[in-house]
């Protein structure tokens, strides 16, 4: 299947996407385990929201990284 250059950048920027995505959803829950670990109510808290909003802004990166190749994949069959 050939492919042009637009198409070929916009697989690697979904790609790009995908991946900025999950070492986001990682990188908070390194972040947060720390504060996970710790007793009490505040420790616990901070963690939790630090865990729950890279978790949400990793998992939106990706499926917006997602969305892209998917489109681009399909708008390539179809012009074929």
């Known amino acids: 299947m050939e492919h042009t250059a637009e198409e070929y950048g916009d697989y690697w920027e979904g790609a790009v996407r995908i991946a900025i995505g999950v070492l986001l959803a ?8 720390p504060f996970l670990a ?13 865990f729950a909003g890279t ?3 990793g998992t939106y990166v990706a499926v917006l990284g997602l969305a892209r190749v998917i489109r681009t994949a399909v708008a390539a069959e179809r012009r074929r």
């Open 26 to 33: 990682w990188v908070g829950r390194t972040a947060a385990g």
């Open 38 to 50: 710790l007793d009490g109510l505040g420790p616990t808290a901070v963690g939790f929201v630090v």
């Open 55 to 57: 978790a949400l802004a």
